[in-house]
T-cell receptor
């Protein structure tokens, strides 16, 4: 089945540790995105990538890093510099980005808790 | 920044009633989309309306767009308990960032 797979679903981290969230898609989409969602809130854009080997910062990129070495993969690293990393992280993809963006396809999310 | 702000934040209705959610945004857009999220899950796309469209239907969903007021509404007719979820609007800007900006969402509870 085509779709987006995020892993792990739940992750616990000690303060000061870096963690990497995986996002893989087999939809052959060019664009991929990372959003953060806090309880009862909307989604805030962390990073996005329109094409392999290129990515742009979103509204809340500080304390996060990404890579896009393969079309189907867009991992997100939450670094120790992120002051309040406990949140629900959502990865999404679309056929292409830009003003004429079509629908986003979302993964099931990764819930990160800092102990 | 939150481009879209939804109203109301929460809505509780009985099965069979209609549910209306509103979304306001700030900048010029290419299109506006509505998504649904069940608790603890990813978002699912519902409907997309382009800036040159005023109304669109999909099953029990009706979306309107007023670009002069920078607002949109989502109407769910004959609601069902299974419609219980959070609903978000998202805007695709005409220029600048090539990614959707999401609103704060409306939590809909449909009582059986």
């Amino acid at each position: 089945d085509g779709g987006i797979t995020q892993s792990p679903k739940y992750l616990f981290r000690k303060e000061g540790q870096n963690v990497t969230l995986s996002c893989e898609q087999n939809l052959n989409h060019d664009a991929m995105y990372w959003y953060r969602q806090d309880p009862g809130q909307g989604l805030r854009l962390i990073y996005y990538s329109q094409i392999v080997n290129d990515f742009q910062k979103g509204d809340i990129a500080e304390g996060y890093s990404v890579s896009r070495e393969k079309k189907e993969s867009f991992p997100l690293t939450v670094t120790s510099a992120q002051k309040n990393p406990t949140a629900f992280y959502l990865c999404a993809s679309s056929i292409a980005g830009g003003p004429d963006s079509g629908e986003l396809f979302f993964g099931e999310g990764s819930r990160l808790t800092v102990l | 920044s939150q481009q879209g702000e939804e109203d109301p934040q929460a809505l509780s209705i009985q099965e069979g009633e209609n549910a209306t959610m509103n979304c306001s945004y700030k900048t010029s857009i290419n299109n506006l989309q509505w998504y649904r999220q069940n608790s603890g899950r990813g978002l699912v796309h519902l409907i997309l309306i382009r800036s040159n469209e005023r109304e669109k239907h999909s099953g029990r969903l009706r979306v309107t767009l007023d670009t002069s007021k920078k607002s949109s509404s989502l109407l769910i007719t004959a609601s069902r308990a299974a419609d219980t979820a959070s609903y978000f609007c998202a805007t695709a800007p005409n220029t600048g960032r090539r990614a959707l900006t999401f609103g704060s969402g409306t939590r809909l509870q449909v009582q059986p």
